[in-house]
Structures are given as C-alpha cells and as structure tokens.
C-alpha cells in the first residue's frame, strides 16, 4: 500500500471548501499524490451538523499534511483479483 499526502489548495473566503452536504450528511472531499499519480477520496464525516463538519474537516486535513494516508490498492490492481465489494472507510472521530 503507497502512502498518500494531501494536494488541497484552500479557499479562505469558503468556510465549508471540501464539504458537501449529501442528503443530511456532510462529507469531505480531497486528493492525495502517491508514487507520482493522484486519487480523489470522498469519505462521510457522519454527521448532520455543519459546525461539527468543519472540525472534523480541520482534524482530518491537518493530520494528512503531517502523516499523509495509506492508499488502497484499486479492485483492479489487488493482488488476490478480489473484485468483491470495498469496505467502507470509517467517519473521522
């Protein structure tokens, strides 16, 4: 698994940039550059609160530019040729 660090250019004038609000749920939207390429990861920040969104937002990103985030393997890359379903990820405590 290639370890991923977050590309994210940052509006300060836009207090919800990365968020979307799905049917009552926010969640957050990124890119990570591994091994010279990118992959887009959407995740649910499982919850309904707008405020609590942005704090979980904020944790999120401020630990991806200090850590950076492992990257599945894409169903068409396993190894195993699984090509079962993915599990989700879990929300951003």
Avoid: Q
């Avoid at 290639?2 to 009552?24: C, K, M, T, V």
């Avoid at 919850?47 to 904020?58: N, S």
């Amino acid at each position: 698994m290639a370890r991923g660090f977050l590309s994210a250019r940052i509006d300060e004038n836009n207090r919800l940039h990365h968020l979307w609000n799905n049917n009552g749920t926010w969640w957050i939207h990124y890119t990570v550059n591994f091994d010279f390429r990118t992959r887009r990861v959407r995740r649910s920040l499982g919850t309904h609160d707008v405020g609590l969104a942005i704090a979980r937002r904020d944790a999120l990103l401020a630990r991806l530019c200090l850590e950076g985030e492992d990257v599945p393997e894409r169903r068409s890359e396993r190894p195993d040729g699984d090509d079962g379903p993915r599990p989700m990820l879990a929300a951003v405590a």
